[in-house]
């Protein structure tokens, strides 16, 4: 006997702020969800009818790296593959549910190991090229390989078969509960396996070929990616635009200047302190969305004193998160308690490390450094909002004996400082991709995950079996059970500074429409539009 899965699934489309589980039983068939209605802090389409044409000027921090679905981990690059490559499902306009993607519907055995897609017969590649099975079945097995940067997050699947014309089935060697939400990566972009086989990984991840609404025409690296729209995209009639060009914009006064000369269409990551200022301004309009992100300073635990967990406890009650909240994010975030953003089972009743500085100054006595010392805080270079934390953190951990100098380096630098574990302490953050928690947990929590507890060197067996076990486990509540206490023991030992969850900032010029940011980030520009 075999069950089909149901979109609204309690495990997969529960609300990014929602705990609660559903017991409602499976239906029959995969159906399309319907299309998302507006949502708070999203940008809903305009009221007339979408005008076709027009290039899209959208300023971002930074550049990418390659375009190959398995290399890419930074969100810039993922939210652009997202807009170039298809998937077998993808999430929802917001971001809280799956729908079809290049799979029309899928079935699932009763044992919970066996799926089976039927695939759209009209997908066309780039090149004119038509997508196959077998693409999806190379991609897959390429995505969970070897040289994949996501394998870790395919550990489940036994194997992806081509099972008929336009139907491929993925077998599993146990249950795997996040297998739907995984399918909706980046990483799982459907590759032509002709291209990839002939002209090889380097040259596919400088001249990328999908089945996306956008094709890249052309890159000038630190500058701009440029795409046109793909005429034989399978949504018909989208995408509404000609195109897209991403301008690395990463100092914020400069993007500001450029949105009020009307040189850009849409920036992100604009400075809290200047929306008041911007959305005064009757051409542009401001949107503040919701961000499954969290703001951390990871702490590297294998430098002495930070192997002391009364250190990394101490630092955590010394910091005035809320101060940090009010003053620099002008009031837009939520102080954090747990590992996870905002997405499926997150702990809302952690109390995490509340601003105590007499409890941190007891933990600093009590541990191998009572009289101090001195460390070093790496941030990037050209964020306000990094340095004027950083400034709040400096004279806060100066109260109980830490002495910080402040480092501000290029991004790029800051990044490779941070996987390579040269660092003291270092300002960064993560956001979810998917909704269900597995993907953070292995990325950033479990020790033998994808990059070691978010490259602290944290060492906890217990919590790295538990993480595994909570991938298998079917029943909801027992599920959200081992979440909940996989943050506790997180939180306890504080391999993190656990600063808060800030939204997304972006400005737009007033005639763009329809354009909405997920909760994960992430944006359809199939759907955007300019006005005349």
């Excluded at 068939?29 to 009221?47: I, L, M, N, V």
């Excluded at 306890?492 to 969850?501: G, Q, T, V």
């Amino acid at each position: 006997m075999k069950k089909a899965i149901r979109l609204a699934m309690a495990s997969i489309l529960l609300a990014i702020s929602t705990v609660a589980c559903s017991s409602s039983p499976a239906d029959n068939t995969a159906q399309p969800s319907q299309p998302a209605q507006p949502q708070s802090g999203e940008q809903a389409a305009g009221e007339n009818t979408p005008q076709p044409g027009g290039i899209l000027r959208f300023a971002r921090n930074h550049d990418i790296t390659s375009f190959d679905p398995i290399d890419s981990t930074a969100n810039l690059a993922i939210w652009t593959l997202l807009n170039m490559f298809d998937q077998l499902v993808r999430l929802s306009p917001s971001g809280d549910g799956i729908e079809p993607g290049i799979a029309t519907d899928w079935t699932i055995s009763e044992d919970g190991k066996t799926y089976v897609f039927n695939l759209r017969d009209d997908v066309k590649f780039h090149n004119g090229a038509p997508l196959t099975a077998e693409d999806v079945k190379f991609s897959l097995d390429r995505a969970r390989g070897d040289e994949s940067n996501w394998n870790w997050m395919y550990p489940a699947i036994q194997s992806v078969e081509v099972t008929g014309e336009h139907q491929v089935t993925i077998k599993l060697n146990q249950p795997y509960q996040p297998l739907l939400s995984t399918l909706a990566l980046a990483s799982s972009s459907i590759v032509p396996k002709q291209v990839m086989e002939e002209k090889g990984k380097e040259y596919f991840a400088n001249n990328p070929v999908g089945s996306g609404p956008f094709m890249l025409e052309s890159w000038q690296r630190g500058q701009k990616i440029v795409l046109k729209k793909n005429p034989d995209y399978w949504q018909k009639g989208k995408p509404y635009l000609d195109g897209v060009e991403f301008l690395q914009v990463p100092e914020d006064t400069a993007k500001i200047f450029m949105l009020q000369a009307k040189e850009l269409d849409i920036s992100s990551n604009v400075p809290f302190s200047s929306l008041p200022q911007l959305e005064a301004d009757p051409s542009l309009q401001v949107l503040v969305a919701p961000f499954a992100r969290l703001d951390m300073i990871p702490i590297n635990t294998e430098r002495e004193p930070f192997n002391n967990v009364k250190i990394r406890q101490a630092m955590n009650y010394a910091i005035n998160k809320e101060e940090i909240i009010n003053a620099v994010l002008m009031g837009h975030g939520e102080v954090a308690t747990s590992y996870l953003p905002k997405v499926m089972y997150y702990n809302d009743q952690l109390e995490g490390y509340p601003y105590n500085p007499e409890k941190a100054k007891q933990l600093m006595a009590e541990s191998s450094r009572p009289n101090g010392f001195k460390a070093t805080l790496t941030i990037n270079a050209g964020s306000d909002i990094n340095s004027q934390t950083a400034v709040i953190i400096k004279e806060q951990l100066k109260e109980i004996g830490i002495e910080l100098e402040i480092q501000q380096l290029e991004p790029g630098v800051v990044d490779e400082m941070h996987s390579s574990k040269k660092y003291d302490l270092i300002t960064t953050y993560y956001s979810s991709d998917i909704i269900d928690p597995d993907e953070i947990t292995m990325f950033g929590a479990a020790p033998s995950g994808g990059t070691g507890a978010y490259y602290t060197g944290y060492q906890n067996e217990e919590l790295d079996k538990l993480a595994y076990a909570a991938q298998q486990e079917q029943d909801e509540t027992k599920r959200k059970e081992m979440y909940f206490e996989l943050q506790r023991m997180f939180s306890e030992d504080a391999p993190f500074i656990f600063l808060y969850h800030m939204p997304n900032s972006y400005v737009l010029q007033k005639n763009v429409h329809g354009f909405r940011v997920s909760n994960m980030g992430s944006y359809r520009l199939e759907d955007v539009w300019l006005s005349k």
